[in-house]
Each structure stands twice: as C-alpha cells, then as structure tokens.
C-alpha cells in the first residue's frame, strides 16, 4: 500500500457531521429547503426547518436543535437584523413611491443622453448596492419594474438586471462586511486591495451590459419628457437620505470601533450591524422630514404590516435561524477539514470553500 493519504468513505464521527459527509450533507439539506419552496412551503419556514434537520443530521439531539432554535430569538444579531430589514423596507417604501422614482428614472434617462435607457435600468440598483444592506432588492426592484414598464422584458431579466447592477460594488466597496474581513484576514493595505478588486467592478459592469441588458435593448421603448430645473431639485431629495446613510454608516461604524474595542456583543458582525442601523436610522429621519415637508403628514412605516412586508420579515428571520442552525451543526467547519485531508488541490479548496460557505450562509462574511 502506498503512502498517499486517501479520505475514508466510511462513517467515522468526528464531533458533529459524520466525516467526509458534510459537505454532502449541506448540498442535501439545501435542496431539501428549495424543493419545500417548490410545493408551497413557505420560504422562511423552510429555512428554519431545514436548519434545524441539519443540525439533527449532524449529530445534535432534537432537544439541542430546538434550544438552538430558542436561542435565536435572544441573539442581538437576530433583533439587529430583523431592525435592519424593517428600516430597508421603509427607505424602499420612499424610494419607490411614484413621484420619487419618476423623478429618478426621468433624470437618468435625460442625463445619460443617448445611454439614457441603459441608465434608467442601472442606477437603480447601483445606488442601492452602494449601502450594504440585507433585502436591499426590495428598494431597487419596483424602479426596474417602473423602468420597464413599457417593454416585453420578462421578470427574469428584470431580476437578474436589479441583482447584477446592485451587487457591482461588493468586490471592494469598503462598508461591505466582506471587503472588512477580507482586508483584515490577509493583512493587505487598503490602497492595495482597492487597486487590485476595482477592476472586477469595471468588468462586472461591462458583462452584465454585454449579456443581460443588451440582447434585450430592442424591445425597451422609454421616452420622458421633464423639467429640467425641477427634476434636480427633486432628484436631490430623493438623493440625499441615500448620501446620508452612507455617510453617517461610516462615521458611526469608525465610531463604535474607537468606543467599543472589546466589548465581545458590540464587536465583529454586531458592531457592523449597528453602524449600518444607526446610518439607516440617520436616513430615515431625513425621509420622514421629506415626507412631511411635500405631505404635511407622517407617512413612516405605513405600509409595515402589510403581507409583502411580513413575508419579507420572516425570511429574514428564517435566514438567521438557519445561520445560527449550520454554526452549531460545525458542518462548514467539517466540509473544510473533508477538503484538506482529502488531497484535493488547494487551488480548488480555495475557489471551493467561499462559495460553499456562500450558498448556505447567503453572506460575504461567510468563507
């Protein structure tokens, strides 16, 4: 027998997921929760339910599954993000009202000249991706829908244009949690790392026009005809909560960085995502200021018990009972070390891992 190491197939336990197994385990259980969607099963629940079979799967009693369920609710992180989602929805709410995103579209399709209409289809949702935040589709989306009302685009293009353009800027946007970690983990100067990633926004943009928006060109038709002088003075208003949030995400996030340096609950991904609510909250008191300037009336979170809005709500909950689920299974944690001891390519573990990592956890910070 040689000396070359070979991964046993076997089911050899190693503290959680039965070795060599996990990573097959994870695939499983995620295709498990997309066909419960498929029959009707509401998405948020079949996250939570899945979570919970993995975390069963990989060894842990029904009883810990379900201690593990209750403990989500009494995390900081599950409230913070729950908060988050609610004031995304509302700055959605803003963006997407009729006057405001006429405005919008009619100043980019003016302002961008011959490139008008490719504009009106991209600024939406590069402008919402410049704020890293959870359900930020849901801003984004109803300006695609506004912007192509008057074509044959089917909704798939339109999802696909509203997800490629407000993702343009993951690649080294520093507010991402990502592009934090990611500087952080591999001890790279920021200049750097800026210099090396900008060009994959660069090209993210180009094939996402070359090969989403492109094809399809020829059967959009949209002509606005507006005051120029009154379109940038409504489209600054629109802007400015937007600016704020950015702005005021950084200033709190260095913030709490100085304030809070080893305070465990307020440190990592919490400190994170309390900088980006407390941004969120800055911009939402400028919207509320505007709504009540041209209304003369209180308009927040009106539409917050709606069905759209608690639908939204509950997977957003099922997503981190789900989160909370896989970090207790360790089945990431096993798939990794299933990979290093399996004489795999490290090339391929590299490639492999973050994307694993990002279809069971949905977040950068996952790898």
Not at 28 to 55: D, E, H, Q
């Amino acid at each position: 027998m040689s000396g070359k190491q070979y991964v046993p197939v076997s089911g050899k336990e190693v503290s959680g997921c039965t070795f060599m197994f996990a990573t097959l385990k994870i695939i499983i259980v995620f295709i498990g929760m997309l066909v419960l969607n498929r029959i009707k099963v509401p998405l948020s629940f079949a996250l939570m339910i899945g979570g919970i079979g993995l975390n069963i799967w990989c060894g842990k009693s029904l009883e810990e599954a379900m201690k593990v369920f209750a403990g989500s609710f009494l995390r900081l992180d599950f409230w913070l993000l729950v908060i988050i989602t609610i004031f995304v929805l509302e700055i959605g709410r803003f963006l997407t009202e009729k006057e405001n995103s006429d405005s919008l579209l009619r100043a980019a399709l003016r302002w961008g000249g011959k490139h008008g209409v490719v504009m009106s289809l991209v600024l939406p949702p590069a402008l919402v991706g410049l704020i890293p935040m959870p359900a930020g589709a849901l801003c984004s989306a109803p300006m695609i829908g506004q912007a192509t009302d008057n074509s044959r685009w089917s909704a798939s293009i339109k999802a696909s244009v509203n997800y490629w353009f407000r993702h343009l800027w993951e690649y080294w946007w520093p507010l991402y949690a990502g592009v934090i970690v990611a500087m952080t983990q591999f001890d790279m100067p920021p200049s750097l790392f800026f210099v090396t990633q900008i060009p994959f926004t660069i090209v993210a943009f180009l094939s996402g026009y070359m090969f989403i928006i492109k094809p399809h060109l020829q059967e959009f038709s949209k002509r606005i005809q507006s005051d120029n002088a009154s379109e940038v003075v409504a489209v600054r208003e629109i802007l400015f909560p937007i600016g704020l949030i950015i702005v005021a995400t950084i200033i709190f996030s260095s913030f709490l960085q100085v304030l809070f340096p080893k305070i465990t609950v307020l440190s990592g991904e919490n400190q994170r995502m309390i900088g980006i609510l407390a941004g969120l909250g800055t911009g939402i008191i400028a919207i509320v200021c505007a709504d009540y300037r041209r209304a003369g009336k209180l308009l927040i979170f009106r539409n917050m018990l709606s069905k759209k809005s608690i639908a939204v709500i509950l997977v957003i909950m099922g997503v981190k009972i789900f989160q909370h689920q896989l970090e207790s299974s360790a089945a990431v944690i096993k798939a990794s070390e299933e990979m290093a001891m399996s004489n795999m390519r490290v090339e391929y573990i590299i490639a492999f891992l973050p994307f694993l990592a990002g279809v069971v956890t949905g977040v950068a910070v996952g790898f």
